[in-house]
């Protein structure tokens, strides 16, 4: 299955489709009883055009996921960050997508991922540039639409400064840019709460309502566990081959992996903020685990990744279909 997606052709591009269906499936066949949590505002306003259950949600999850991999794999070639072009980066971004069945719906953390990569592509866009303030300012502004989505996805200020650190050259005058655009979306939704006669809602209730110092949703112990210890098993996968993605790439790229590794660590800052949290959570790190993780499968014996790779849809699979397949588990 690899064979066809190690390449960047538009019709290989093409089979991304299928393979959302795949590792999706279970949407159309096993009943769903999840509920979104923990969501901001343009989150709400989704759900209330289209709903977050049923057909029409499901669709345009799969949707947006398959726009988020083509972007992604774009990307990464534009960049140049994996040692060979391929399709692997948006394929295995929709494999750690829909790794556990929470992550199989229209979920706030699936919208605002949209965000983590456009503040991504922003911030790498700075590189060698003199003239690049409205891309400070975008890293910034995207930050807050992002968390307009998922109170939590602020950690992208993080993100965006570490980038600029690593990228650029420190200027005081650029981080205050990046600060003013951080503040724009949240001024614009304030003016549209001012209009609608709920600005001290807005801000006296529902902001203070969306973070909590670790507020962990009561989960099953085993279903804990089990997110937990596959999580856990891909990043330190990713963790141990930080030197190998490094290994002779030019000193640009090198940089920009390196944000990619502040990412993943700034997503355990939202554990200290985020209100309401979910196993679903575990979804913000799939942006920089699925880039990574498709790094070594590129670098991996084609017969080796294939059946790793076999390996781990059917892992996926089997648990969207636990219920029939094991009743107990």
Request: with cysteine; glycine share 6%.
């Amino acid at each position: 299955m690899l064979t066809l997606f190690r390449t960047n052709q538009l019709l290989a591009s093409t089979l991304l489709v299928f393979y959302i269906a795949l590792v999706r499936a279970s949407v159309w066949l096993v009943p769903a009883t999840w509920e979104p949590s923990g969501y901001g505002p343009l989150s709400e306003w989704v759900y209330s055009r289209i709903g977050y259950a049923g057909q029409t949600a499901d669709i345009v999850a799969m949707a947006l996921l398959l726009l988020q991999a083509f972007f992604l794999n774009y990307f990464i070639s534009e960049h140049r960050l994996a040692s060979e072009v391929s399709l692997f980066p948006g394929l295995f971004y929709i494999l750690v997508s829909s790794m556990l069945p929470e992550f199989l719906h229209l979920s706030p953390l699936l919208m605002a991922n949209t965000f983590f990569l456009i503040v991504l592509a922003e911030a790498y866009a700075t590189y060698k540039q003199v003239d690049c303030a409205g891309r400070i300012f975008n890293i910034g502004f995207w930050t807050g639409v992002g968390a307009l989505f998922y109170p939590s996805y602020l950690f992208l200020i993080v993100v965006g400064f570490v980038g600029l650190n690593i990228l650029r050259a420190f200027k005081f005058r650029e981080r205050l840019m990046l600060l003013t655009g951080l503040l724009a979306p949240f001024a614009l939704i304030s003016v549209y709460y001012f209009w609608t006669d709920q600005f001290w809602v807005f801000w006296l209730e529902r902001v203070p309502e969306s973070f909590a110092f670790l507020d962990f949703r009561p989960t099953p112990n085993w279903l804990a566990f089990r997110s937990l210890a596959i999580f856990g098993i891909l990043i330190l996968v990713v963790l141990f081959s930080y030197r190998s993605y490094l290994f002779k790439q030019t000193m640009q790229v090198q940089r920009k992996v390196n944000i990619l590794f502040w990412g993943l660590l700034a997503t355990a800052f939202t554990l200290l903020i985020q209100a309401d949290i979910g196993i679903g959570h575990l979804l913000i790190t799939a942006v920089p685990v699925g880039i990574m993780l498709s790094f070594n499968f590129i670098r991996l014996p084609n017969r080796m990744a294939e059946v790793i790779h076999l390996l781990i849809v059917v892992v996926v699979v089997f648990l969207q279909f636990r219920h029939w397949l094991a009743p107990a588990i």
